[in-house]
């Protein structure tokens, strides 16, 4: 192989090795034993605080209450947030959605399904955090 083709081939590697990506929530890979509930973790930005992303599988248009419900972590990943965000919104698209208490979660309401055509919870959360609003955004397949 010529230097050209072999540089090119290097270049190639090193982009796909690189985690070239939309700029979406990142999950953590192979962290240990699973979160408590069985959802997928996403770092908070600027701490290392997770909230824990769990969606229920939806058939169809029938209304659902709590597709998706949010646990907020601490940094081990298993330890609930202490005092946890007792309300918030998730951005979908254009949509606003007020996010419901429900036990230790936050979640969505009653109404037809928010991410039954993507497969997975997109959009942006947004809470506030000792004090501090944050926004968290989400891209869980």
Same mark, same amino acid.
């Given at each position: 192989m010529s230097n050209r083709a072999s540089l090119a081939a290097w270049l190639i590697l090193a982009g796909l090795s690189s985690g070239c990506g939309s700029g979406g929530a990142r999950t953590l *890979?192979? #962290?240990?034993? &699973?979160?408590?509930?069985?959802? /997928?973790?996403?770092?908070?930005?600027?701490?290392?605080?997770?909230?824990?992303?769990?969606q229920k599988t939806v058939s169809g248009s029938a209304t659902v209450s709590g597709e998706a419900s949010f646990y907020f972590l601490g940094a081990d990943?298993?330890? *609930?947030? #202490?005092?946890? &965000?007792?309300?918030?919104?998730? /951005?979908v698209g254009r949509k606003t959605i007020a996010l419901k208490p429900e036990g230790d979660a936050l979640v969505t309401p009653a109404g037809p399904p928010l991410f039954a055509r993507t497969g997975g919870v997109d959009g942006l959360l947004k809470v506030e955090l000792d004090g501090k609003p944050v926004t968290i955004r989400l891209g869980v397949r």
């Open positions: *890979p192979d #962290a240990g034993p &699973p979160p408590p509930h069985q959802g /997928e973790l996403v770092r908070i930005p600027g701490g290392k605080q997770f909230v824990e992303v769990v990943g298993k330890t *609930p947030i #202490a005092p946890a &965000p007792a309300s918030g919104t998730l /951005e």
